[in-house]
């Protein structure tokens, strides 16, 4: 499975930002997805994951009520839409994707494929 994610930019404080992620999955509903994000000199860490469709999503506190992950299985595509976002969110961040859920949706280590990353940084 490859995953290519696009999106990224520069953008002020409060703005919105939406990246996307494209898979070449042949059953993408069978396939969870995540973001997870890299700040520099920081491990990456988890945003948000959603299960197939209709599933359920997990998110981290950090962007709870910012950030929304969605997907569109015709399209094999999964997006994170930004909102009012913040310097701290400066980050690349990286579209995952797994067979099925996992209940250590959060840990790196639980998924199998992954984009190659795009840079938002949020000026203040």
């Known amino acids: 499975v490859q995953l290519q994610a696009s999106g990224g930019g520069l953008v002020q404080a409060g703005g919105s930002l939406t990246l996307s992620c494209a898979s070449s999955?042949?059953?993408?509903?069978?396939?969870?997805m995540a973001w997870f994000r890299q700040a520099p000199g920081k491990e990456r860490e988890f945003v948000t994951a959603?299960?197939?469709?209709?599933?359920?999503?997990r998110d981290a506190d950090s962007v709870k009520g910012r950030f929304t992950i969605s997907r569109d299985n015709a399209k094999s595509t999964v997006y994170l839409q930004m909102n009012r976002l913040k310097p701290e969110d400066t980050a690349v961040y990286y579209c995952?994707?797994?067979?099925?859920?996992?209940?250590?949706?959060?840990?790196?280590?639980?998924?199998?494929?992954w984009g190659q990353g795009t840079q938002v940084t949020v000026s203040s």
């Open positions: 995952a994707a797994r067979y099925g859920w996992s209940v250590r949706y959060y840990d790196t280590s639980t998924w199998d494929y």
């Open positions: 999955a042949r059953t993408f509903n069978n396939y969870a």
């Open positions: 959603r299960r197939w469709t209709g599933g359920s999503t």
